[in-house]
């Protein structure tokens, strides 16, 4: 058996970091959404217990540490089961972007694994476990732009417009661990109300609302400053995530082609469908693989 699926990627439309768990971890109010554009994995089931990624150390990461491979572990071990997989994985979101690359490719390996292994575990099952791995995984699993809350794993379906959204990446990683750990980082942002947010069944009013990691990035990585301050100057400009990556929206795919024609170098960007159903779920379906609307509560 084999399958192969996409592992797209997100923006944040917005994040407060509204406190601090005593374990350390923060804890988050934001708004997901996807995009069509992302990495593509593909799944062959092997007739031994290894499992093996290909390209195996790409991009300067161990296979033992890439989130691929820790989330076909992870999943194995806590089916107590002895099967194999080989994953070959198409990489284009960039590393350190803010764009959830590797929690992304993670989510794509658990769903798939799960159906591949004949497992049948619920989205609330393959959650918890993403969880463990990664607070943006779940994210991934959960199928719909989301309302997240806790550390991101706590989430709530909400619908936004599909605009189309310009990505300008700068040349740079950062990493978000390192941007938690800055003192200037501010860790009371007032929380919010979905509900007061709410414009109409298609829509939540986003003006004000900010992302908490923009002034640490902008201090740190005068390219994110200077990524932000050009395209300020044909839309919204947002950071997406920790960063690197910041974006704006535009109501037509040629508004946000012509933006991009004026791309300073060394700068590179794409531009994507922003999509309120992960691009994931929908190939899935076309193989005819589903969630059941009823494993999760939205």
């Known amino acids: 058996m084999h399958c192969s699926l996409p592992s797209p990627a997100k923006i944040n439309r917005f994040l407060h970091i509204v406190g601090r768990r005593q374990d350390g971890y923060h804890l988050l109010q934001t708004l997901f959404q996807y995009l069509d554009y ?27 540490e890439n989130l691929i491979y820790r989330a076909a572990e992870a ?48 989205r609330q099952q393959l959650m918890d476990l993403g969880t463990s791995l990664g607070a943006d995984i779940p994210f991934f699993l959960y199928g719909h732009t989301a309302w997240g809350e806790g550390i991101g794993e706590l989430l709530t379906t909400v619908s936004l417009p599909e605009s189309w959204i310009l990505v300008v990446v ?11 750990a800055q003192t200037d980082l501010t860790r009371n942002t007032p929380t919010l109300r ?42 919204e400009a947002r950071l997406s995530g920790s960063g690197a990556s910041v974006f704006a929206s535009f109501a037509s795919f040629a508004e946000a082609k012509e933006v991009a024609s004026r791309l300073p170098k060394p700068y590179k960007a794409f ?9 994931l779920l929908l190939a899935a379906e076309s193989l005819g693989i589903k969630y059941s609307p009823s494993e999760c509560k939205d």
């Not at 089931?45 to 161990?62: M, Q, S």
């Not at 764009?99 to 575990?121: D, R, V």
């Not at 700068?170 to 938690?180: E, W």
């Not at 531009?271 to 691009?279: D, E, R, V």
Request: overall charge neutral; proline content about 5%.
């Open 194 to 235: 979905i509900e007061a947010l709410v414009r109409d069944e298609t829509d939540l009013d986003l003006n004000g609302l900010r992302n908490d990691f923009e002034p640490v990035v902008r201090r740190l990585f005068p390219e994110v400053d200077n990524a932000l301050k050009w395209l300020s100057n044909y839309g």
């Open 271 to 279: 531009i994507a469908k922003g999509l309120n159903k992960s691009p």
């Open 170 to 180: 700068p040349q740079c990683q950062v990493v978000s661990a390192k941007m938690y």
């Open 38 to 64: 992302g990495d593509m994995l593909h799944f062959e089931l092997r007739n031994d217990n290894h499992i093996v990624l290909n390209p195996r150390d790409a991009l300067g990461i161990p296979q033992t």
């Open 75 to 122: 999943l194995r071990k806590a089916a107590q089961i002895e099967k194999g997989v080989t994953i070959h994985w198409e990489k284009q979101l960039p590393l350190g972007a803010g764009l959830g690359g590797g929690s992304s490719n993670a989510a794509t390996c658990l769903f798939a694994l799960n159906w591949l292994w004949q497992l049948n575990w619920s």
